[in-house]
């Protein structure tokens, strides 16, 4: 059994993660439109890549064609299309029912090939060097027995195989300013009244901000980790953590990492000021102190040394 900080289990905090997501599959927050149709697909994907246009030139990079690719956290299956669009034999597997359905739905309505399963990470259970590639896009740092998770990455990899992931990036805009400073001045903020309806009117989610107050409420105090947490995903996500550029590093240690970036500020967190910025500028931010660090790493063929990394931004 492996523990978490504070003697709490990892199985337990697994199954918070599991229902989380069961109930709100990443990006489903895009739009407001009937679940699952294809108007549904169609709001997510323009929304999650007019944020994230990093994410299609990404993709780019590689040559999918053929290569038998496990996507690990599917979401809604934004991501899926692309790679079962650029030739790649899919596979997807989501800790949770609602993503695992959400994907199955997505491909089913474009008419893609693909296999979608409930799955568990940390104990996979296709065989030794069944894939070309792994692709796990903000998934790895809501695991929380992640080195197990890791193992079987690569146990299932072939040599030679590929992974694709982004982590939450410590060293970013997001992480250092607005979790660990504005958000914990603004928390405070939320307790006067009329708070919520002003910075609403900025632009910020209400929901949010009525449950952050809420929460503020009834716990005078919370861990850094749980703050972390809290202030990632929603108010309510039960595991998040940050990676620099080292801790990145020792995650990938049975690896070989060929490459490190940071991308994506998120203007909009930052409401007039941020969409008063030019494009360039919140490019450049995101290069330099993004939310997401993306790590392309291989699995060494026996006898293969280790390949020295190229890191972007720290």
């Not at 993503?99 to 309505?109: F, M, N, R, V």
């Not at 940050?242 to 060929?258: K, M, N, P, Q, T």
Request: aromatic letters at 10%.
């Amino acid at each position: 059994m492996f523990a978490l900080r504070g003697g709490v289990d990892t199985c337990q905090v697994q199954k918070q993660v599991a229902s989380y997501w069961n109930a709100k599959p990443c990006d489903s927050e895009f739009t407001a439109v009937k679940r699952l149709s294809p108007e549904f697909f169609f709001e997510v994907e323009r929304e999650r890549y007019r944020l994230q246009s990093h994410v299609p030139s990404l993709l780019d990079r590689f040559r999918w064609a053929g290569k038998r690719v496990l996507e690990i956290g599917t979401g809604v299956g934004t991501d899926a299309r692309q790679i079962i669009r650029r030739g790649a034999v899919y596979t997807g597997i989501n800790v949770d029912a609602g993503s695992t359905a959400a994907t199955s739905a997505a491909l089913g309505t474009f008419g893609l090939p693909g296999h979608v399963l409930q799955a568990d990470a940390t104990r996979m259970h296709f065989p030794d060097a069944s894939f070309d590639f792994v692709y796990t896009f903000g998934v790895l740092h809501h695991i929380p027995d992640v080195p197990a998770a890791m193992r079987e990455i690569r146990r299932v990899l072939k040599p030679g195989g590929e992974v694709l992931a982004m982590l939450y990036n410590r060293t970013s805009i997001n992480y250092a300013i607005e979790i660990r400073l504005l958000r914990k001045l603004g928390v405070q903020l939320l307790r006067a009244p009329g708070c919520v309806e002003l910075l609403a009117k900025l632009g910020l989610p209400r929901e949010k901000l009525e449950r952050h107050r809420a929460l503020a409420q009834s716990a005078w105090r919370m861990s850094e980790a749980d703050w972390l947490s809290r202030n990632t995903d929603g108010p309510d996500n039960p595991y998040s953590k940050v990676y620099g550029e080292e801790e990145a590093r020792a995650l990938f240690s049975d690896f070989d990492v060929l490459r490190q970036e940071v991308r994506y500020f998120n203007y909009e967190h930052w409401g007039p000021l941020g969409r008063a910025l030019p494009r360039a500028a919140v490019e450049a931010l995101g290069r330099r102190w993004g939310w997401h660090r993306i790590v392309h790493a291989r699995k060494p063929n026996s006898g293969f040394a280790p390949v020295e990394a190229v890191v972007l931004r720290r």
